[in-house]
């Protein structure tokens, strides 16, 4: 496995974790953690790799504090949008594309960009003390990194505009309120309640699991009938798989299902 600095990369058991370490930044997106992020995401993604799922979280007290703004100065000349493109949408896209479930374990302060990649996770766990940060505005910016994608769909307009408009803090509870964050836990259970989530979902039926967040994602933009096409697609896939077989036959024997991933 290769070795990274600013990020912690484990495959155990066929559940990936990536720590984001850069503590003392409180996980600042700096170009070096950016382009190991992506590394890592594309080693999970590798056929062979032996991921089935991926969870994601912080080191220290923060999940992520956003972009770094102590990086590449501070000028009008800069091109945001360029550095949008061409560092942060491949990590976003290639998250989204993951054949695997994802979690965050959201674990302090998820700000800014920080914020999209904790909420674009299929489950996020918060702890108790977290708290979620529309930080752009703060400093004269725009929500971006799939923030004004993702936000107003998971809580709805108004609460979406309010949060980027006022950039204030959304505590842990609140956002679960919101449904923003599928379980808030006390601090010091947060790491093993996530865990054991991810790896149920590692041990899980892979291309069902798979299936699910494809057609929950293309369902923003499919007709109905256009998405009850999609499932009969991918329920084609899910039904012809050794996992399905194997799930059945557990039911009908009254046992639990040993799933393999395929
Ligand atoms: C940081 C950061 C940080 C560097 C804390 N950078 N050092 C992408 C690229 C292109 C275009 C623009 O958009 C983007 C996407 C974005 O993400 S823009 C939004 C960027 N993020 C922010 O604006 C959040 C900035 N940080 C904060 O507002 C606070 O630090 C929060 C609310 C996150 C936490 O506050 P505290 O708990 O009070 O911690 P702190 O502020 O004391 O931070 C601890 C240290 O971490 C501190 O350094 P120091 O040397 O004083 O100990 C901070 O400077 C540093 N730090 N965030 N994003």
Redesign the pocket.
Known sequence: MADFETLVLDITDGLATIRLNRP???N??SDALKSELLAAIRQIAKPGSGARALLITGEG??FC???????GGISADRD??A??IA??HPILLELAALEMPVISAVNG?A????M?IAISADIVIAARSAYF?Q??V??G?VP??GSTFLLPRLVGTARARAMMMLGE?LPADKALDWGLVYDVVDDDKLMETAMALAQRLANGPTLALSGIRKLIADSHDNSYSEQLTLEAMEQRKAGRSADCIEGVMAFLEKRDARFKGA
């Open positions: 003392e930044r409180l600042a997106l007290r923060a504090s956003g972009a770094d703004l102590a990086e945001m949008g550095n949008l560092t942060y302060v700000a800014g960009a920080g999209s940060l930080a752009f703060n400093i910016l971006d990194a803090r």
